[in-house]
């Protein structure tokens, strides 16, 4: 194998950064420029959403809330581990369909539990 690399064959990969750098540094430049400037106090207010901030910002929130986020990233990443199985199904044979089975069993396990448990319901 050969690990020769010329800095020539960077060239796409460093012409392709700076084309993106400059559009972003464009656009930002461009839409100062033109758009329109009008400083208030109102207008400088911070705000989320459209929500017009009041109170105290260390409101306590839900747990529930944390525990649905949660909840999402760790089977947002189980499914992650389907994409590849699902490429090299044929390769992996009987074997991997099985493994996968275990894998499903114990991530819908894993779901029903949560569910039986209460964990997304919002209204308690």
């Known amino acids: 194998m050969n690990n020769n690399y010329l800095p020539s064959d960077y060239l796409p990969i460093i012409v392709q950064f700076l084309l993106a750098a400059g559009f972003i540094g464009g656009t930002m430049i461009?839409?100062?420029?033109?758009?329109?400037?009008?400083?208030?106090?109102l207008k400088d207010d911070p705000f989320e959403c459209?929500?017009?901030?009041?109170?105290?910002?260390?409101?306590?929130?839900?747990?529930?809330?944390?525990l649905v986020a949660i909840l999402f990233v760790l089977f947002d990443v189980e499914v992650i581990f389907m994409y590849p199985w699902a490429v090299n199904f044929k390769?992996?044979?009987?074997?991997?369909?099985?493994?996968?089975?275990?894998?499903?069993?114990?991530?819908?396990?894993?779901?029903?539990?949560?569910i039986r448990k209460g964990v997304l319901n919002w209204e308690d």
Not at 50 to 66: L, N, Q
């Open 30 to 41: 461009v839409t100062h420029l033109i758009g329109p400037s009008r400083k208030s106090k």
């Open 50 to 66: 459209g929500i017009e901030s009041v109170g105290d910002a260390r409101t306590p929130i839900s747990v529930k809330y944390f």
């Open 91 to 114: 390769q992996l044979g009987m074997f991997g369909f099985v493994e996968m089975l275990l894998f499903m069993v114990l991530l819908l396990s894993g779901f029903y539990y949560i």
